[in-house]
């Protein structure tokens, strides 16, 4: 039985993996219809579930709780899974304004169902980016009429209607916006389960994280790692190079321009200087906080006093290759003129069309009309700037309170210290430069003393200290600018992040030194992201599907969860190399990077199964479904089978054995990158950005 269940595991996927080519090939319809909404594709996994529920009996696994939880907690997933693949219905409905209907079309069986209630549309209100044709929001006000009964809603992105079991998303409208289209999706029992799941799921990790009978207590427990853990770090002087100034005419003069940086201003509802709005909006549209040696404040001016001539300038950054070659753009950036034709018409409102039509249809947000959205919103910057909508002076007859002067220079000296920079280059550089020191003096058989392990340490540690202040430093700073706790998006929740491990590194690094090089590898991947999330500032308002606070919390726990599998990784690395050199002289080595790749292991696979899961409570929040078979998702279930097989040391004896475990976790890491950058590159799908 055990030989059955890792064949049909290893089975799985593959077959999820060889899914997600052929649906770039043959699109998403053929993978629905042969793969994932096959029956041999809900018999292989049915049969797995059995066979594992079965096993789990076999093995008396009620002894280990923790174990016996986590095992549950997949088999009601699957359970659940399997009540919506048999029970469940999606399709569209229709609706006129002041009409009323009762029916639905089912995309599932592709054909008109009844409804136990009727509908009636009294009113549909879109918001467009100003001056073009894409939604930033749209609302359907409706009547739910029940016999005698009647009660009012309102539906719009991220705001569902559930009525009697049925849950209606907004999708699209009619052109002449006196009609709506909703996403219908009936899934009573399904999603219910299959949450419960995701609840058992998260007791289950926390319980097997604290629990002493489980492997990761043990781990901790583990004699070999109370002898420390050798590391040397050289950091060598950074320079970060500014862009070769090139010089634009006609410009807004410099001495103007820095004069009006501590102009206040009024900017996403609070009040800021003038450089905060500048620097956002140059970000926005170029990706940069300045543009070829000009300041922010110096483009915003130049973009108001000289519009002609900066509308044909190259500046508005477009990712995506396919809306590139549809703009007829060479280069990552366009103009404000690629956007429109000769007649003045917006380019872009043919593909909007389109994306409504798909979403009348039942159709997903796909890569493309993701990127159009960004550019979108670009356009819409530049147009609400010459409006005079982005700039809204301080009021002086309103209850609005200017900045004080202290506030203002705080604000000022946050902007101009690149905080999330220099601590990511910092800490990345520290930790990977201590890796390949390593390395190389392994190679060439170098012992390193006591008393320089002792100095590096003392030095190490002091470094620690400093990056911990400085990031605090800039977190308060942040917080006294904002007024309030910065976790209110991605950015900061990453920020917050690094700051926790940094904490946890300095509490950690008497008992386990090892955690102090590890500590500046991980703030360091989180300090990216975070660092990368500030480059594309929130300067005007978002779908509200992107701004769900269930995004944020998915997105950090996938990229933390990435990090600690490439600690793994380089670990790994590192035992093999230390196995070719000298197996007989490294075995306590090898075997204390294995027992940390297996403490790191823990909360990695962790933190991406509840990411996984809280993902697909997004989805099904935003857009009804909590499972779509993207590639995106598909990769990331790969990663996480991939990754949690090495867990089963009992069923899999070799994962006992320290080198092919590390072969084994090194090989893994393949599906992360595939994950993260081939799906993008490669696969496309919802998920992937460009």
Not at 314 to 330: A, F
């Amino acid at each position: 039985m055990k030989r059955a269940i890792i064949i049909i595991h290893v089975v799985l996927t593959t077959i999820l993996a060889i899914a997600t080519v052929f649906e770039a090939i043959y699109g998403t319809a053929s993978a629905q219809n042969f793969i994932y909404g096959a029956i041999w594709f809900f018999v292989l996994w049915a049969v797995l579930g059995v066979l594992g529920a079965i096993y789990i009996f076999k093995r008396k696994i009620w002894r280990k709780p923790a174990a016996l939880l986590l095992h549950a907690a997949f088999l009601v997933m699957l359970f659940g899974a399997a009540i919506t693949w048999l029970s469940a219905d999606k399709g569209v409905i229709h609706l006129r304004q002041d009409t009323e209907m009762a029916t639905y079309f089912s995309t599932t069986d592709n054909l008109p169902k009844q409804l136990p209630f009727a509908l009636k549309l009294n009113k549909f209100d879109i918001v467009y980016y100003p001056a073009t044709h894409s939604p930033a929001n749209y609302s359907s006000y409706v009547s739910v009429l029940e016999g005698t009964q009647k009660t009012e809603h309102c539906i719009s992105m991220n705001k569902i209607l559930s009525h009697r079991g049925y849950r209606f998303y907004q999708a699209s409208f009619d052109e002449d916006e006196q009609g709506t289209v909703l996403s219908v999706n009936h899934d009573p029992w399904g999603i219910a389960v299959t949450y419960t799941g995701y609840i058992l799921m998260a007791l289950a990790m926390l319980l097997t994280l604290v629990s002493k009978k489980c492997g990761f207590r043990k781990l901790l427990r583990n004699p070999i790692l109370q002898k420390g853990f050798l590391c040397l770090l050289l950091i060598p002087p950074t320079q970060i190079k500014a862009e070769n100034p090139q010089k634009i005419k006609p410009i807004w003069p410099k001495i103007y321009a820095d004069s009006a940086a501590s102009v206040q201003v009024v900017y996403h509802d609070r009040v800021v200087p003038f450089n905060t709005l500048a620097r956002d909006f140059t970000a926005k549209l170029y990706g940069k906080p300045a543009y070829k040696g000009l300041t922010a404040e110096q483009v915003v001016g130049s973009w108001l006093l000289f519009p002609d001539v900066w509308k044909n300038e190259p500046m508005i950054q477009i990712k995506s290759d396919e809306l590139r070659n549809y703009l007829g753009v060479s280069g990552k950036f366009a103009r404000y003129t690629d956007f429109f034709d000769e007649q003045g018409e917006y380019r872009l409102r043919q593909l909007w069309q389109r994306f409504k039509a798909e979403a009348g249809r039942g159709g997903q947000p796909s890569a493309l009309q993701k990127a159009v959205t960004q550019a979108d919103e670009k356009v819409a910057l530049i147009t609400m700037l010459q409006q005079h909508e982005l700039i809204k002076p301080l009021p002086t007859d309103s209850n609005v309170k200017p900045l004080s002067d202290a506030k203002i220079k705080a604000e000022l000296l946050y902007n101009r210290t690149p905080f999330s920079k220099i601590l990511f280059m910092a800490n990345l550089t520290i930790g990977f430069l201590a890796l390949i020191w390593l390395i190389v003096s392994v190679i060439k058989q170098k012992q390193v003393q006591t008393n320089g392990k002792r100095r590096f340490l003392f030095v190490l540690n002091i470094l620690l200290c400093i990056s911990f202040i400085f990031h605090t430093s800039g977190m308060i700073l942040r917080g006294y600018i904002s007024g309030r706790i910065p976790l209110s998006n991605g950015s900061e929740t990453m920020l917050f992040v690094a700051w926790c491990i940094l904490l946890i590194s300095w509490l950690l690094r008497r008992k386990y030194s090892f955690v102090v090089p590890f500590g500046f590898l991980l703030s360091g991947f989180a300090l990216l992201v975070a660092w990368l999330g500030q480059k594309n500032p929130q300067i005007t308002p978002l779908m509200p599907v992107l701004l769900s606070p269930w995004l944020s919390i998915h997105v950090s726990l996938i990229m933390m969860s990435y990090a600690l599998f490439g600690f793994t990784t380089l670990n790994g690395i590192f035992a093999v190399l230390l196995h070719l050199s000298n197996p007989a002289n490294h075995a306590e080595s090898i075997e204390k990077l294995t027992v940390m790749s297996k403490i790191m292991l823990y909360p990695a696979v962790f933190f991406l199964g509840i990411g996984i899961f809280i993902g697909a409570v997004w989805a099904n929040v935003s857009w009804g479904s909590y499972w779509s078979w993207d590639p995106k998702e598909v990769w990331a279930l790969i990663t996480f089978l991939v990754y949690a097989a090495a867990f089963h040391t009992e069923s899999v004896g070799k994962f006992n054995k320290p080198v092919f475990f590390h072969i084994y976790i090194v090989l893994a890491f393949l599906t992360v990158l595939m994950t993260y950058f081939g799906v993008n590159n490669l696969l496309g799908g919802m998920h992937s950005y460009k």
